[in-house]
């Protein structure tokens, strides 16, 4: 049975369950001290490298899936079919994986397919750009962050947002003070960006799992952007 056999809904449920495994396996030491960006210390952030590697691999599988459809109509359905999963997602308070999937959507690859744009339904396309001005980085995520603040769980929030915070506030302030004081400030902040993303990981999401789609959502056929990038011209030159 094919993965898109099922209702965009279902689909969303399972990304969840397969995403918030990673997720709740990330522990608070993994964002000290940039550790995720230093290849000395990236067995300190193992799970979180997962979880970002995840993320990569779900953005490029989007891409991938739509330029596998050799007609502008069958990539049509694709984009909106993702449309529906990513609406879902956020319905579901999914921001980590919502993200990945519009980031799919917004892959340069993507986005020039014109004549492919063209053939979806106005109605997707307004959710589609309303879900894409949630995740533009413009005035520092702010919607998105009142949203992941006032998430009730279970939810999964968009990490990236704390790690460029994490990672403004290690290296604008001084581990320690004038005197050799330990600078217990910058110990707060950071306690407080931390505490917001493991608050999160207490509540999992409570669907049926359905092996087949599990499955088929595990692993996950994706090309390099390279490939991507000839794809697309082959599909719709210039």
Not at 4 to 27: G, N
Not at 50 to 77: F, P
Not at 113 to 138: A, R
Not at 168 to 196: A, E, H, S, V, Y
Request: charged share 25%; glycine share 4%.
């Amino acid at each position: 049975v094919s993965l898109f056999a099922f209702e965009p809904e279902e689909i969303a449920r399972q990304m969840c369950l397969i995403d918030f495994k990673i997720y709740s396996t990330i522990l608070p030491r993994e964002f000290l001290n940039q550790s995720w960006a230093k290849p000395k210390y990236k067995e300190r952030a193992a799970n979180l490298l997962k979880m970002i590697e995840r993320m990569n691999t779900v953005t490029y599988w989007v891409a991938t899936t739509i330029l596998s459809q050799k007609d502008k109509y069958g990539r049509a359905k694709r984009i909106t079919t993702f449309v529906q999963i990513a609406e879902q997602l956020y319905k579901m308070r999914n921001y980590l994986t919502m993200m990945s999937v519009l980031s799919g959507l917004q892959h340069s690859s993507i986005m020039r397919l014109k004549k492919t744009y063209d053939k979806v339904d106005k109605k997707h396309m307004k959710v589609h750009n309303e879900l894409s001005d949630l995740i533009t980085p413009g005035n520092n995520f702010k919607e998105l962050r009142g949203l992941q603040s006032d998430a009730v769980p279970p939810s999964m929030p968009y990490i990236g947002i704390y790690m460029a915070d994490l990672t403004f506030i290690d290296t604008g302030n001084d581990n320690l003070l004038p005197g050799g004081l330990i600078n217990f400030t910058k110990c707060g902040l950071i306690f407080n960006q931390i505490r917001q993303i493991i608050a999160a990981q207490n509540i999992p999401y409570n669907f049926e799992v359905i092996p087949s789609l599990e499955e088929s959502l595990t692993k996950m056929h994706v090309l390099k952007p390279e490939i991507l990038g000839e794809m697309s011209m082959q599909r719709e030159p210039r």
